[in-house]
């Protein structure tokens, strides 16, 4: 059996500068903040998506054991 590789925080760290620094160049009047915005909003939506119906049965399922 092969052994998971776990992304280290250093890498997560370096994402997130590397996010920072590539959104702090971008130009105020850019198209690329529009489309910054468009896929944020996406990806904010996709969480909601999943971790809303994950909360809910999580709490039916605790009621349901009382």
Do not use: D, E, H
């Amino acid at each position: 059996m092969t052994a998971k590789k776990s992304i280290g925080p250093w890498k997560v760290l370096l994402a997130i500068i590397a996010g920072v620094v590539i959104g702090s160049m971008t130009p105020q009047g850019s198209q690329l903040l529009a489309i910054y915005n468009v896929g944020s909003s996406l990806f904010i939506n996709s969480l909601m998506l999943l971790v809303v119906p994950l909360v809910s049965s999580s709490i039916i399922t605790g009621v349901a054991r009382i």
